[in-house]
């Protein structure tokens, strides 16, 4: 780890800003030239894993993302999400946690996407349907709709539009959610899911039907 350039911020620092400012931090704060997931971890701090997933998941706010690394940040998410529902400190296999990735790319793809996610801030306000929110059977659901998303994310068709977006938007709004105990927010994070679902069904069929239609040309 490269710490010259490697500033963790401080508590104070993400207790003062909205969600917004605060990924426009943690952007500021990756290093020059390469970055891996045990940096990223660094730089957001051990006790911020909602805050750490929203800033991994703004960068497939984008149409088209990034070539594997839906794959690499799917993996850390869904580790997260096993994380809080079992209560337990956060693990990375170090294939994940050491793998190296462009950090001009990927500030690049934050700056974009952040103009998205400062219009979905707007949408979530603390403290709506807490109930949706609380903990017991209610909070193991939505640990289980987060670990869903992580899931969906990391389903191989980065190549195709949008196709990481509806499982980010899944995982930003039950993140959001979570941290801002909005139960409008787990709806709508959700209904992504659901969408996420139909979406990949839609995809999986149109596929088989175009391979169906190529084979029977060829014979």
């Not at 605060?22 to 730089?43: A, D, G, H, Y």
């Not at 894993?49 to 998941?57: D, V």
């Not at 969906?152 to 979570?178: G, H, K």
């Not at 709508?188 to 169906?212: E, H, K, M, P």
Request: proline fraction near 5%; include cysteine.
């Amino acid at each position: 780890m490269n710490s010259s350039h490697l500033k963790e911020i401080n508590e104070s620092e993400l207790k003062s800003e909205s969600l917004g400012r605060k990924i426009e931090l943690l952007i500021r704060k990756i290093p020059p030239n390469e970055v891996n997931f045990m940096e990223i971890t660094s730089i957001v701090g051990k006790d911020c894993l909602l805050l750490l997933t929203i800033f991994i998941s703004i960068i497939f706010l984008v149409p088209v993302s990034i070539p594997g690394v839906s794959t690499v940040f799917g993996t850390a998410i869904l580790l997260i999400g096993i994380t809080r529902l079992f209560n337990r400190d956060l693990w990375l296999p170090t294939a994940i946690a050491n793998r190296k990735l462009p950090s001009e790319q990927l500030r690049e793809g934050f700056k974009r996407a952040l103009i998205g996610f400062y219009k979905l801030e707007k949408i979530s306000k603390p403290h709506r349907l807490p109930q949706l929110t609380s903990t017991g059977w209610i909070g193991h659901i939505n640990h289980l709709s987060f670990i869903l998303a992580s899931l969906l994310l990391m389903v191989p068709f980065s190549f195709i539009p949008f196709s990481n977006t509806l499982p980010a938007l899944a995982l930003i709004f039950l993140s959001v959610a979570m941290i801002q105990r909005d139960g409008v927010s787990i709806l709508i994070g959700n209904l992504a899911n659901v969408l996420t679902i139909v979406y990949f069904t839609f995809l999986i069929l149109a596929g088989g039907w175009s391979i169906q239609e190529l084979l029977h040309f060829i014979n």
